[in-house]
């Protein structure tokens, strides 16, 4: 049984990696969030220690290891993006590996310097790349490695995830914080991606607002047109008549890629990976960091060139605006 520790634990994503430990027939020693909403605790670890500041929650940490003789194996990090990167070092100072939530970090020049850390502390850092582990996803990638190896696949991407004001307030409506749209909604897609058709060629912005983003990427494999947006005006006609807040959709050569199920569990698969010592990296994400921080900085060049058919849809002003 080992010891974990989690950072973020009000935020929407921590229970899944709560349920992971905890099928994994591993242990929660400690919890962080200035939030006190984490009555979930309840439903896996009652035990677990909890704070609501990061100076009582180091301070446990350190006494856990120095007075109880209780070795910390790994810190969960579900934090907001911005702070990953400053949460994986605190974990490998504790002698910890670090398992984190995508986006890994926002820069990528920040893997480069957690890369150093590794190297001194000998410990590692996981990211948690659930798209991986899915079935549909692992049978996508056999089919275009069994394929034709001159063979580029034409695809399009859609992923539109309603969201109300509140978002424009929280952090994840802070691009310094969130990394914007592309990074915050994205990222995963984009891993998964560069994971099944190799090394970016050719990154192009289409549009890039407050509420959605939408380019172009050619792999060596593939040519993707994507769309991300979190305005439920975007989403078609036929979602919204089901009364549905988000669609999600992958073709490719115009076949629909089916993996909407199965999402539930992929969090305990990702973690018997890296308990196994087999899960993903520190490199792992790399393009996928550097596709997101490029989007970031680049100038939309509007609906030119190969678009998806989405960027043509109205844009919206931003809610708090006059």
Request: charged share 25%; hydrophobic share 35%; glycine share 6%.
């Amino acid at each position: 049984m080992k010891n974990f520790a989690l950072m973020g634990a009000s935020g929407y994503i921590a229970p899944r990696h709560m349920k992971a430990i905890k099928e994994t027939n591993n242990n929660l020693v400690a919890a962080l969030d200035k939030f006190d909403s984490v009555g979930i605790i309840d439903s896996f670890f009652p035990n677990a220690d909890f704070f609501t500041e990061f100076e009582r929650f180091d301070r446990h940490i350190s006494k856990l290891k120095y007075e109880q003789n209780t070795k910390l194996e790994y810190v969960s990090i579900c934090t907001p993006n911005y702070l990953h990167d400053a949460h994986i070092r605190f974990a490998l100072r504790q002698g910890a590996d670090a398992i984190c939530e995508k986006p890994l970090v926002l820069n990528p020049w920040n893997i480069d310097a957690l890369a150093q850390i590794e190297n001194e502390t000998g410990n590692k850092i996981y990211n948690i790349l659930q798209l991986r582990v899915h079935p549909s996803i692992i049978a996508l990638k056999e089919k275009i490695d069994k394929g034709p190896k001159d063979k580029i696949y034409d695809i399009d991407l859609t992923y539109l995830t309603s969201r109300g004001h509140w978002y424009y307030t929280s952090w994840k409506g802070d691009v310094s914080k969130s990394g914007g749209i592309a990074t915050n909604i994205g990222v995963h897609f984009f891993d998964m991606l560069s994971w099944i058709f190799g090394d970016l060629k050719q990154n192009t912005v289409h549009i890039n607002t407050h509420d959605r983003s939408a380019g172009y990427l050619e792999f060596e494999k593939a040519r993707v047109r994507w769309f991300l947006s979190i305005n439920y005006d975007v989403l078609p006609d036929e979602i919204k008549a089901k009364g549905q807040t988000t669609y999600r959709s992958i073709t490719i050569e115009g076949e629909e890629l089916e993996f909407s199920g199965g999402f539930t569990d992929l969090h305990t698969v990702s973690y018997q990976e890296i308990i196994a010592g087999k899960g993903y990296g520190l490199e792992a994400p790399r393009q996928a960091i550097e596709i997101v921080h490029e989007i970031r900085h680049a100038d939309p060049i509007g609906a030119k060139g190969d678009f998806h058919p989405f960027v043509k849809k109205p844009l919206a002003k931003h809610p708090f605006e006059k």
